[in-house]
C-alpha cells in the first residue's frame, strides 16, 4: 500500500513537462507586472514623470527661493514681487536627460508698464538673486 500526502497530490507538485510549467510563472509575472504598471501610472504619475511639482498641494518645499515673494494660489506658483531676477529653482545633480513641459503666464495690469519677464533656465548652478545671476 502507498501512502501519499496532499501536497504530492497538488497541481503544482505533479510532472507536468517544463514549458508548462515555465508558462504558468511567466503568465504570473506578467499579471504582477501589469497591476504594477497600473498602480504607479495612474494612482501615483511616477511612471512616466519621476518628478512633478506638489503646486495643487500649494508645497513649495521642493523649489530654493531666490529673490521675489512667491506663494502658491489655486495650483500656480505666482511671484508678486515684480523685481526682475527673481528665481524658484528646483531639480537635481542626478538628472541626466529630461524633457521639461511647463505653462507660463505673466499676469500684469496692461495699464501698468511694468509688464515683468519670464521663463524657464535649464540645468542651473549656483543660483543667486539678480537678472542672470547663475551658471549653466
Known sequence: MR????????????????????????????VLAIFALVYF???????????????????????NIYGG????????LENLSGERGDKAVTGSSRWTDYVV?????????PVDWLWGDAGVMLRVTDPSIGVDSYDG
Open 41 to 63: 501610472w495612474f494612482f501615483q504619475g511616477t511612471l512616466l514623470r519621476p518628478y512633478q511639482d506638489s503646486f495643487r498641494n500649494g508645497d513649495i518645499s521642493e523649489w
Open 3 to 30: 501512502v501519499t500526502s496532499a501536497l504530492t497530490r497538488s497541481f503544482w507538485f505533479k510532472r507536468k513537462p517544463v514549458a508548462s510549467r515555465l508558462l504558468a510563472v511567466f503568465a504570473g509575472v506578467a
Open 101 to 109: 513641459g511647463t505653462d507660463i503666464r505673466l499676469n500684469a495690469d
Open 69 to 76: 515673494s512667491w506663494r502658491v494660489k489655486d495650483g500656480i
